[in-house]
C-alpha cells in the first residue's frame, strides 16, 4: 500500500514514516501544497494524508485539486483545527475522514484501515489456498503455522492478495508497494517474489504466484 | 422629559414653543380686533357728535338749536335697529334736552371729565359707549355737555365671540398639532429604529452583515456609515483575536502531535538501545521549542495584559546595542553574519532598560535570521529632528510593502514556510510591537524585497 504525506511539519512527517513504513506501507512525504498535489499527479497513492495548514496552497485547495482528477482516493486531514465548522468544511472539500492534533498513532493506523478496506470488509483477513495474511496483526499463517515474513514482503504478499485473479503488472506493484526512492529498473520485484515464492510454498509443487511474461505476477487459488 | 421616546421630546419641544406663539398671535389677532371695533365705534359717535354739534348754535350763554328736526331722526326714535342716543345735560347732569328713545331714562353723565371723553357704560342695564363732549360759548365758559351713546350689545357679542373661538382653538390647534408633529418625528426617526433592529441582530456569530444605507445622504445615512465602520474595525480584531486562537493552539499541538506521534511509534516494538537514544533526542528538541514558543507566548501576554508598566530611566543606547550584539554573535558567526557598530558618541534615551534591550535584541536576530550566508548587517544611532534614533539594517530577504502590514501580527511570518532552515514562530515582531507602543517609541520599517530592510526605531 502506497501512502502520501503532505505534512510541513517535519517532525511529524518523520514518526508517521517511520511508523506507516513499519506498518508495510510505501510512504512518500511532501513538504508543502505543490509539491504534494505533484506527487498526487505522478503517482498512485491508496490513500493521502493531509495537513491543512500548509506553506503555499492550503490542504484543502491540494483536496480540492485532487478531487477534480481523482475522486477515489480516500484522502484523511490531519489537522490541529478543531471546531465543528473546521471539520465539515474539511470534508466538504472532499476528505474521507478527520484526524485532530494530536492523535494517537494507532487510531490513525485504524482509521487508515477503514478507508482501505476492500468490499469483504468485515475481515482482516486475506487468503489463498492455505496461506492466510492478517492485515492487522501482521502475521502470515500456512496451515496455521506462522511464517516469518519482512515488511517489504509482507508488503507485496498484501498487495497480491487484495489482487487476487486479476493480473498485478509491474508497474502497479512499484507504485503500490514501494516509495520514490524506488528505481524501476532493478530486479528487486524478481528478488522479493522469488523470495516469497519460497516462503509460501516450503517446497511444495504447487504455486501460488504465478508469472504472465512480459506482464508481470498474478495469485490464483491453487 | 428623561423618560420620554425621541418622538415625544421632540413632539413636546415643539408643541411648547408653539403654544408660545401661537398664544402671542391670538392675543395679538384679539386686541387688534378689540381696538379695530372700538374704533369703529368712535368713529361713528365722532360723526354723530359732529351732525348733532353742527344742529346747535351757542349764543352768549343760550343753545340754540338751529336744526329740531335732527333730533327726531328715524335712528333717534328707535330702540331695537341701530339707535343712537343724545343728550344735552348741564354742568350738574341734568338733563336739558334727549332724543325720544331715552324716553325715561337719562345717560351717564361723567363731570369729572372735562374735555372730549369716550367711555364704556350701561343704560338700562345694556352696555353702550358714550362721547360727551362740552359744549362751550365763544368765551370758553362751558354751558352743557352734549353726550352721544350707541349701544355695545353686538360688538360686545362679536368680541366674546372671538374670544372664545380662540381659547377653545387654542387647545385644539396644540393637540392637533402634538400629534402632528409625533407623527412627523416618528416617521423621521423611522431609519433609526431600522439601525437599532439590525445592530442587535449583528453578534459575534454574523459579523459580516451590515445596515442597508439609507438612500438619502442625512444625518441617518452618516450614523448608520459611522456604524458599519466601527462593525468593520470590530470584525478585524476579533478576526485577528480568532486567527490568534488558531494559530496558537496549532502551534502548540504541532509539537504535542510530534512528541506523541514520535514516542508511540517507538514503544509499538523493542528497538535497540540507539534508536531509543535518538528518538528521546528528537523528543526532547521538541519539548525544548515547545517551552519557547510558550515563554514567548506568556512574555506577549504579559505585556498584552497591560500589568507590566515602563520603568523609565535615563540609559545610554551605546551599551544596550553592544549587549546585544554581544549575545547574538555566536548565532551570527555560524552564518557568518558580520555586524558592523562603531560607537561614535554617547545618547541617552529614556526608556525602559530591559525593554529596549529586548527590543534590539528581537529586531537584531531577525535580521541574522534572515540574511543570507555572509552578508552584514549595520546598526546607527543618531539624532533624528531631535529625537534619537537607532535604524538596524540587513542585506537579507526583505519583506513586501503588504506583507510589512502583517509582521507585527502574532504568529505572522514573511517565509510561510515553516519546513525553511528559518526558526522561529513568528511571535518576535508582536512582542517587539508592543514594547514599543508601551513605551510610546515609534518603529519604522523600509524595505525592499530581496534587497534588505531596515528598522528604525525613535525613542521619545
Redesign the interface.
Given at each position: 500500500m502506497r501512502i502520501l504525506i503532505v505534512e510541513d511539519e517535519k517532525g511529524i512527517g518523520k514518526f508517521l514514516r517511520d511508523g506507516l513504513k513499519e506498518e508495510g506501507f510505501a510512504v512518500d512525504i511532501a513538504l508543502d501544497g505543490n509539491s504534494g498535489l505533484e506527487l498526487s499527479r505522478q503517482n498512485e497513492y491508496d490513500i493521502i494524508l493531509l495537513d491543512w495548514m500548509l506553506p503555499g496552497i492550503s490542504g484543502i485547495e491540494v483536496c480540492r485539486n485532487i478531487r477534480k482528477v481523482n475522486t477515489a482516493v480516500p484522502i484523511i486531514f490531519l489537522t490541529a483545527k478543531d471546531t465543528v465548522s473546521d471539520t465539515i468544511f474539511g470534508l466538504e472539500a472532499g476528505a474521507n475522514d478527520y484526524i485532530r492534533k494530536p492523535f494517537a498513532f494507532e487510531e490513525l493506523l485504524a482509521r487508515i484501515r477503514v478507508q482501505l478496506r476492500t468490499e469483504n470488509a468485515e475481515t482482516t483477513l486475506l487468503s489463498v489456498g492455505d496461506i492466510e495474511l492478517d492485515i492487522n496483526t501482521h502475521i502470515v499463517r500456512k496451515n496455521n503455522i506462522e511464517i516469518p515474513f519482512t515488511q517489504k514482503e509482507f508488503a507485496l504478499l498484501e498487495f497480491l492478495l487484495r489482487n487476487k485473479n486479476k493480473v498485478c503488472t509491474r508497474t502497479r506493484i512499484i507504485e503500490h508497494v514501494w516509495d520514490i526512492h524506488f528505481d524501476a529498473d532493478t530486479s528487486v520485484i524478481d528478488v522479493y517474489i522469488n523470495a516469497l515464492r519460497k516462503k509460501l510454498t516450503a517446497g511444495e509443487e504447487k504455486g501460488y504466484i504465478q508469472t504472465v511474461r512480459g506482464v508481470g505476477y498474478i495469485v490464483r487459488e491453487p | 422629559m428623561k423618560y420620554l421616546s425621541f418622538r415625544n421630546r421632540i413632539a413636546f419641544n415643539y408643541i411648547a414653543v408653539t403654544a408660545l406663539l401661537i398664544a402671542v398671535l391670538f392675543i395679538l389677532i384679539y386686541l387688534v380686533i378689540f381696538q379695530t371695533v372700538y374704533d369703529h365705534l368712535d368713529t361713528d359717535l365722532d360723526a354723530e357728535l359732529q351732525e348733532v354739534y353742527s344742529s346747535i348754535v351757542v349764543l352768549d350763554n343760550t343753545i340754540v338749536y338751529a336744526n329740531p328736526n335732527e333730533w327726531s331722526e328715524k335712528e333717534h326714535g328707535l330702540i331695537e335697529v341701530n339707535p343712537t342716543f343724545v343728550a344735552i345735560v348741564d354742568s350738574f347732569g341734568n338733563v336739558m334736552r334727549k332724543t325720544p328713545n331715552l324716553r325715561d331714562v337719562s345717560l351717564t353723565f361723567s363731570d369729572l371729565k372735562r374735555g372730549k371723553k369716550n367711555f364704556d357704560t350701561l343704560l338700562s342695564g345694556a352696555p353702550i359707549r358714550q362721547m360727551q363732549t362740552p359744549i362751550q360759548n365763544p368765551t370758553g365758559k362751558t354751558l352743557a355737555y352734549l353726550i352721544i351713546a350707541i349701544p355695545l350689545q353686538e360688538s360686545i357679542i362679536v368680541l366674546k365671540n372671538l374670544r372664545q373661538t380662540l381659547l377653545v382653538g387654542y387647545p385644539i390647534v396644540l393637540l392637533v398639532l402634538f400629534f402632528l408633529s409625533r407623527f412627523i418625528a416618528g416617521r423621521s426617526i423611522a431609519p433609526i429604529g431600522a439601525v437599532i433592529a439590525t445592530a442587535e441582530r449583528i453578534t459575534n456569530e454574523n459579523l459580516e452583515e451590515r445596515i442597508t444605507l439609507p438612500q438619502n445622504k442625512d444625518e441617518i445615512f452618516t450614523l448608520t456609515q459611522t456604524i458599519n465602520n466601527l462593525l468593520d474595525r470590530l470584525r478585524d480584531v476579533v478576526m485577528r483575536e480568532k486567527q490568534f486562537t488558531?494559530d496558537a493552539?496549532?502551534e502548540l499541538?504541532?509539537?504535542?502531535?510530534?512528541?506523541?506521534?514520535?514516542l508511540?511509534?517507538l514503544v509499538?516494538?523493542p528497538r535497540e538501545p540507539e534508536q531509543y537514544v535518538e528518538k528521546i533526542r528528537?523528543v526532547v528538541y521538541?519539548v525544548d521549542r515547545m517551552s519557547q514558543l510558550v515563554d514567548h507566548l506568556l512574555e506577549l501576554a504579559r505585556y498584552e495584559s497591560g500589568s507590566i508598566t515602563p520603568m523609565v530611566t535615563n540609559f545610554e543606547l551605546n551599551t544596550v546595542i553592544t549587549d546585544c550584539l554581544r549575545r547574538l554573535t555566536p548565532t551570527a558567526d555560524e552564518k557568518n553574519i558580520s555586524f558592523h557598530f562603531t560607537p561614535e558618541n554617547q545618547y541617552f534615551v529614556k526608556a525602559d532598560f530591559t525593554m529596549t534591550a529586548i527590543i534590539i535584541e528581537n529586531i537584531l536576530s531577525n535580521a541574522v535570521k534572515y540574511s543570507p550566508e555572509g552578508q552584514s548587517v549595520s546598526i546607527a544611532v543618531e539624532i533624528r529632528s531631535g529625537a534619537v534614533t537607532c535604524s538596524i539594517k540587513d542585506n537579507g530577504i526583505g519583506i513586501s510593502d503588504e506583507q510589512i502590514a502583517k509582521i507585527f501580527d502574532r504568529f505572522y511570518r514573511v517565509d510561510?514556510?515553516?519546513?525553511s532552515n528559518i526558526q522561529g514562530k513568528g511571535i518576535g515582531l508582536a512582542i517587539v510591537k508592543r514594547l514599543i507602543d508601551l513605551q510610546h517609541c515609534t518603529l519604522s520599517v523600509l524595505s525592499t524585497p530581496a534587497a534588505g530592510t531596515t528598522f528604525t526605531i525613535s525613542f521619545p
Open positions: - | 488558531a493552539s496549532h499541538r504541532t509539537p504535542l502531535a510530534v512528541m506523541k506521534g514520535t508511540e511509534v509499538r516494538k528528537d521538541e510561510e514556510s515553516r519546513a
